[in-house]
């Protein structure tokens, strides 16, 4: 079988591909067109985005769906070169904040990731807080309430500070926190900051004097790297220069089904990925109204937490080059789309609302994306651990105890494909082999 057919013309035996085959051919077709929209061919991206639409069904087999959606951030990153047909096109879409509600909450039914760093994190900020009588703690799980209610002396006078950027979201959680408090008769308060971290005033976060603090972040530190790219770009542009070379570099085997295999095969056919070329230089503080990772964790080591949990995705998303980031998102988010072909019906509505309301967006913008607007810029746990050093933080191993009660909740999920690994005292959830997402914890180095 040719993988290289003429561009642009009729192909009516690649509707007769076996799965593997089309898989294979699409993983081709996906660089090619990345190939093509790097070099602004646009004549020869168009005709390989034609080739792809008759493959790629957001409703079809692994390999069909992240198609799908890859090849719809490729059209995107296209029309981005067009500034007025591309807000023209996207003027009257809006995601209403119900939707986006609703999205994380498929999220956690249909995946146990933040199930397991629930229990992590809970567990982290239970022992730091053993004998406190006060707790100002910015998570959102109810859980935790259960159990300090449950503390042998009694509930702690707890105070909640939620961050989010939309009022309507810290308005659905005061409530159903409030509601949950007065049940189970804790002290508590709720503080509620309409906010973007990168704008985050710490005054707001009404930190007081003998006030034991817990500080935990899921999934949102990774958009910071936004501002250390803008800055550094200010500082040196060099810093953000690629080489041009060949490296030869390869894939490392996902030992995982379908899509990770198509992956690895595809490898032969000359498409390498360069080693990783994020520069992690410290940043200089931004002079702006937006804080980079460099000062926002300044910030927060001048809270003195007595422990900060932080969950990111663990992946390399974050490379300078176009090339670099779709062959990392590739490989990640095939493990994602993975997981839910061997646990979910591909008929499932709840399944195709996470695809495209949340991994479909996080792939757009990934690879869509430049400057300020590329906010997924999720990284590995080794440069999390030189940037928390470099702020002056340092390690607290997770316990014993909290992964315990971590891996027992994941055996009893029914699905020997997610696995948990401890990396220096964190902890790693996988996908077979896959590292997906890191949970770690800090505390301020004095």
Known sequence: MSLSPSLGSPHPWLRELKSEERGLYLIHLLLTCANHVAACNLENANATLEQISMLASPDGDTMQRIAAYFTEALADRILQTWPGLHKALNSTRMVM???????????????????IVFVLTNQAIIEAMEGEKMICEPAQWIALLQVLSARPEGPPHLRITGVHRKKEVLDTIAHRLIEEAEKLDIPFQFNPVVSKLENLDFDKLRVKTGEALAISSTLQLHALLAFDDETMKKKSPLLLKSSNGVHLQRFKPMNQSTLGDLLEKDMVNGYTRSPDSTSLSPASLNSSTSMNMESFLNGLWCLSPKVMVVTE????????????RLLEALYSY???????????????????????????????????????????????????????????????????????????????????????KEENGCVVICWQDRSLFSVSAWRSRK
């Open 97 to 115: 904040v119900s939707e986006e509600i609703l999205v994380q909450k498929l999220f956690f039914e249909l995946f146990p990731f933040l199930k």
């Open 313 to 324: 995705q663990d992946s390399n998303h974050n490379g300078s080059t176009l090339m670099d």
């Open 334 to 420: 095939a493990a994602l789309f993975d997981c839910l072909e061997s646990t979910v019906s591909r008929t499932s509505l709840e399944r195709l609302r996470v695809e495209k309301m949340l991994f479909g967006e996080e792939i757009k913008n990934i690879i869509a994306c430049e400057g300020y607007e590329r906010k997924e810029r999720h990284e590995k746990l080794d440069k999390w651990f030189m940037r928390f050093d470099l702020a002056g933080f340092g390690n607290v191993p997770l316990s014993y105890f909290g992964m315990l009660q971590a891996r027992r909740f994941m055996q009893g999920y029914g699905c020997e494909g997610y696995r948990m």
